[in-house]
């Protein structure tokens, strides 16, 4: 393979493009490239300690706050994705676990799993205090509440920063050695240098020899300006000229086809679609529930972003609904996507006094949070007080309310094979929910479907609706029937020996009947239900359920028919580019469930049978297609073979996309045909026929096979990607592998990354992508073509 790259797109668009911080920028990469692996700072202030804000308890609310802002005494609470703002004590561990991974302190991968209590005996090394967690380390996992004890320059961090500082690496060595001999020449060369790249910049190869000439003079005038603190004017320059070579290198970002002028070597780029085609936004448009008349109704959903202020409205007469949890199969909805979640909102406030509200999560995650808050909860009079709470718990006000009511037991997590994230939930009080649930109705327990055994095939009861004035109409049916026999009493002996005879034995009957009932009924309170919340793939979810759930709390039998309806509808908001995921839900009753064991994927599939299907929602992400239209035809223009791979269904690609013209020339080809044509060694893109390829319903080992595809074929192959299980394929192939961040765990498998063939040359261009809008490669004397 002559070159491979992946492209590092969303870490260094947020670091130049987002921040706007282009020093911290700069500093950041220039320590990742000349002492990767070390954590030996240059001279200033560390930049991975800095961070921007934090969500702290003061005056007994939560706010989210400038990190600059804390001090010694604090209240702090640590989410996972989020850098730990200062040295904290910690105090409460919420879920059993915290992990941190504290590679920042270190010159390897060091990830700790931490404590809240005190420590046997007392050690100045970081690595065993288990119950801090220091400034710039990573939460992966867990929930956490600490106390700040040091900030600024009394943190750990710094402290460990200024004892590096006296040991140089060996470039700073050279560079402190000949500073005197150098700093003219290099300052002449440095400011020709500026005064060049003010020019319009232009791609361009290359010499290795060229490059690194570069990188010195850059780096010594970087240097000499930090040392003496002197040119403001050119300081000012310099300061121009990052903004505009991070303006390009954004432009380059989404428009990622053009960054190299390669030799008249063929190419295949290999995109992610809902990572560079799309805003990446997800947000919930629309929910479609089996009413109470029988029949299919959809909700429309307002608003497209994190703010959870939307209303939610009948399509049919649109009408708004005041309190959404009325409807029961929207109020269970609302209930998976609080409790089967694993995202956060935050909510801010900029310089200006404009609302922020911020994710930590994936954008679908992030969006079903926000159908939870604006579903609100079942009790009115609680959902009044929540406008009057302040916005930074408004935000977390429904998804709190059900958290009240069910413990969680184990989580499924979600699997490309079964399509489905379910989570195993425990009632805390369900007397308390029930009422809550049921007030002002009639007071019934509503009817359940029950699985009595875990292992072995699924048994299904119903448990009939019980009233509790049953016992009084019961009494009242006995005394009219002693009345009448009064009155029968007169008449002839046979005739009441006969009645008697009757009324023994229906009232045996009824006896034996209420006898059951009750033993039924006392098997059911003596045996603990655990509640399956499930959602996943629409189709997925909907070839599960043998139930589904009406308005007014009725359950039916799941028939064919029905399902069609439900398939038609998901069609038709595929085809208007919407993606569909399924909701539904069962009752386990079973005491010898060990649920910390894993049962392994089998019987989490028997497990996730014979659910009670709930509905489905529509979700929505926005399109820039212009840019994808002047994208793709410039591709075209430069003999590029484009291949887009999306985990989303063909329909919903096609939908999405079906307003830019050049996307109805592509061929589209599901993950399955893919898999197929790879294996039987015949070319998944056809050279002279087809502008590119849409592969539908992929996952991470489609996007694999195509790499090591293109591999084999000696093809060059451009992949946007950040699965960590495309990783771990490279690796195989002997491709070496520089992360664009710290190297986490959680970097690693939520971020862009950069990969390359050679990692001297990955270190290069994570150099020059900041500072300058090129890319180096070997000339090619032989370029190989594709195949016929």
Not at 348 to 366: F, H, Q, T
Not at 504 to 522: D, Q, T
Not at 562 to 588: D, R, V
Not at 754 to 777: P, Q, V
Request: proline share 3%; net charge positive.
């Amino acid at each position: 393979m002559n070159s491979l790259c992946i492209l590092s797109s969303s870490k260094i668009l947020k670091e130049l493009g987002v921040s706007q911080h282009y020093g911290h920028s700069t500093a950041k990469i220039f320590n990742l490239v000349f002492e990767f692996g070390t954590n030996k700072y240059s001279p200033g202030t560390p930049p991975f300690f800095k961070i921007t804000n934090c969500v702290v308890t003061r005056n007994g609310s939560m706010a989210q706050i400038d990190s600059n802002d804390l001090v010694p005494g604090d209240i702090v609470h640590l989410y996972p994705g989020k850098k730990v703002p200062a040295d904290i004590r910690l105090i409460q561990i919420k879920g059993g676990e915290l992990i941190v991974d504290e590679s920042i302190y270190f010159s390897q991968k060091t990830i700790t799993s931490k404590t809240c209590g005190a420590l046997k005996t007392k050690t100045s090394d970081i690595s065993k205090l288990k119950n801090m967690a220091f400034t710039g380390s990573y939460i992966l996992k867990g929930d956490a509440v600490g106390v700040v004890v040091n900030t600024g320059k009394r943190i750990q961090g710094y402290q460990l920063f200024q004892s590096h500082s006296t040991s140089a690496n060996p470039f700073q060595q050279f560079i402190n050695k000949y500073v005197i001999l150098l700093s003219l020449v290099e300052m002449m060369a440095s400011i020709a240098f500026i005064i060049t790249q003010n020019q319009e910049l232009e791609l361009q190869t290359m010499t290795l020899k060229d490059l690194l000439n570069i990188l010195i003079e850059f780096y010594l005038f970087t240097y000499l300006l930090n040392q003496f603190k002197i040119y403001e004017k050119l300081s000012k320059v310099v300061g121009q000229m990052q903004e505009k070579l991070a303006n390009e290198l954004i432009a380059v970002i989404k428009n990622p086809f053009v960054f190299q002028q390669f030799i008249n070597f063929p190419r295949i780029l290999i995109t992610n679609f809902n990572r560079i085609f799309t805003q990446n936004s997800k947000h919930v448009s629309s929910i479609i529930i089996y009413s109470k008349y029988g029949q299919l109704q959809e909700f429309l959903v307002q608003g497209d972003d994190l703010n959870p202020k939307g209303k939610i409205v009948s399509k049919y007469n649109n009408l708004e609904m005041k309190t959404p949890c009325d409807c029961i199969p929207i109020r269970e909805i609302g209930k998976i996507c609080s409790i089967c979640n694993q995202s956060n909102l935050f909510y801010g406030v900029d310089n200006e006094r404009n609302e922020i509200y911020e994710a930590i999560g994936k954008p679908l995650e992030s969006a079903l949070l926000v159908l939870s808050e604006k579903i609100l909860t079942p009790e009115k009079n609680l959902n009044k007080q929540k406008y009057i709470l302040e916005k930074a718990n408004q935000i977390t006000f429904a998804r709190n309310y059900w958290n009240k009511y069910y413990e969680k037991v184990k989580v499924l997590k979600y699997d490309k094979d079964r399509k489905k994230m379910s989570i195993l939930v425990k009632p805390k009080n369900i007397e308390k929910e029930i009422n809550a649930i049921l007030k002002n109705q009639k007071i019934t327990i509503p009817t359940t479907i029950i699985s009595k055994n875990f292992n072995n095939e699924i048994e299904i009861n119903y448990n009939e609706e019980l009233n509790i004035e049953k016992n009084k109409i019961q009494q009242k049916e006995d005394v009219e029937e002693e009345e009448e026999n009064e009155e029968n009493g007169k008449k002839t002996e046979n005739k009441e020996k006969k009645e008697n005879k009757e009324n023994k034995e229906n009232k045996e009957k009824k006896k034996n009947k209420e006898k059951k009932e009750n033993k039924e009924n006392k098997e059911i309170e003596n045996v603990e239900n655990y509640y399956l919340f499930v959602k996943g793939t629409f189709k997925e979810i909907l070839n599960c359920s043998d139930y589904i759930l009406k308005d007014e709390n009725e359950i039916i039998n799941f028939n064919s028919e029905l399902k069609k309806k439900f398939l038609s509808k998901g069609k038709e908001l595929c085809q208007n580019g919407k993606s569909c995921l399924g909701f539904g839900y069962k009752i386990i009753k079973n005491n010898n469930i060990d649920f910390n064991k894993d049962y392994g994927m089998a019987n989490d599939i028997k497990l996730e049978k014979k659910l009670i299907f709930i509905g489905f929602c529509g979700i929505s992400d926005t399109l820039d297609e212009q840019m994808i239209e002047n994208s793709l035809n410039e591709l075209k223009n430069k003999g590029i073979k484009t291949i887009i791979v999306s985990s989303e269904e063909a329909e919903t690609v096609s939908g999405m996309m079906k307003n830019i013209p050049m996307i109805k020339q592509f061929k589209q080809i599901n993950s399955t045909q893919c898999k197929n044509k790879i294996k039987n060694n015949r070319d998944i893109i056809n050279n002279d026929d087809e502008d590119g390829l849409i592969i539908s319903e992929a996952y991470s080992q489609t996007k694999c096979e195509i790499v090591d595809y293109c591999h084999k074929q000696n093809l060059e192959c451009c992949c946007i990607e950040t699965s960590s299980t495309l990783m771990d394929s490279l690796q195989k192939a002997d491709i070496k592998i520089v992360p664009a961040t710290n190297g986490s765990d959680l970097a690693k498998s939520h971020s862009d990354i950069i990969l390359i063939n050679h990692s001297i040359r990955a270190i290069i261009l994570s150099f020059i992508c900041i500072y300058k809008s090129i890319y180096f490669t070997d000339k090619i004397e032989n370029p190989t073509k594709i195949p016929d």
